[in-house]
């Protein structure tokens, strides 16, 4: 078993990659219970963020899943086409049905922002979204096995706890692309974590598909595999993601040239004239406050602690050019590291602390 944590440097460039995770004990949390659980706390997060969704009248929802968004948010295409393959092969009695479940509530479309017509599409993207939740959770427990090595109830548990803080990223509203791309990357680092490379290069385009930003995954690949793999197989391996990326965000650019809108957005100017309201200073505060327990743990994980603070800085400074630095979903793909290390900080001082190391070999 490998892991997304330290790794050793191996004996030379290009040899056998050595084993340098914790090794986690056994599951005893039977599967269904754990998957019970993250269904739960998805539920519960899919819900809270439900009339949050794509409100930007540039993005909204039903341009969204139609294709017809302003450029940059169409050119993020994994859900749209998702969710119009899924509706072309729905029967059309199951279709109907939907639309007149969610005609006969006026209220509640109007409280979830959906267009009249479009709820059955919706429903798939509120699935979707669900989904990647419950795929987030199995995914950083998987993390959390690999780092800290805790008992399976404490693991599992750290999946749920994983998916419930997303809430703490919910500023004014999600994207449909948002909760996949978080799943997405957590799924990226622990297939990284297990050396599967096959399954990473299957991964790729797919996160790609879905947002740019998915790029960022080279930039972990770089950390986990520097002193690894010999200097001209590792830039071969980023070469190879990055004419991947290329191809996929030209043929999105390409595709989608006469939408309006641009390729990027500059909000630099809103940014640097920051007047933030009491609840958004405390929504600051917090989120400060778990970057501070998260590199609490730098120490004992410096690789992760090293990726967190790169991956958020380039985060935070294309944030501060061409998003809005009160909406903390730009940084989705350090979440999953962060989370990481706040875990590592609040287990080590509590339950890890009373772990008793193992008693001395003889010699």
Known sequence: MTSITDPPDAEAPGAEEPSYAVVAPRSRVPAALAL???????????????????????????????????????????????????????????????ESTFAAHPLLMRKLHWAPGYARRFVI?????????????????????????????????????????????????????????????????????RDRLREFYLLYPIGMLNKETFVLMTVVFVFTRWGRLSFGVLMRHVLAQLAIAFAIVAALHYIYRNEPGGTIEFHLARNLDYHPSARQLLHDVIYLGFWALALLSAGRRPFLGGLALVLGGVLGITTLFFGYITEYRYYYEVYPILFL??????????????????????T
């Open 36 to 98: 019970s659980l993250y269904a739960l706390a998805a539920l519960g997060i899919a819900l809270w963020a439900a009339p949050r969704t794509s409100l930007n009248p540039r993005a909204l929802l039903v341009d969204s899943v139609l294709g017809t968004a302003y450029r940059p948010y169409v050119y993020r295409q994994l859900v749209p086409l998702m969710v119009r393959a899924i509706d072309a092969i729905t029967p059309a009695p199951v279709r109907r049905a939907i």
């Open 125 to 193: 993207v509120f699935v979707i979204h669900w989904l990647s939740l419950i795929l987030f959770g199995a995914c950083m427990r998987e993390l959390v096995d690999q780092t800290w090595a805790p008992r399976a109830p404490v693991s599992v548990a750290a999946g749920v706890a994983a998916i419930v803080l997303t809430g703490i990223h919910f500023g004014y509203q999600n994207y449909v692309y948002d909760f996949p791309q978080l799943a997405l990357f957590a799924l990226g680092l622990a297939v990284l974590g």
């Open 341 to 362: 290390l706040a875990f590592g900080t609040v287990w080590n001082a509590t339950v890890g602390r009373r772990r008793a190391p193992p008693p001395a070999v003889a």
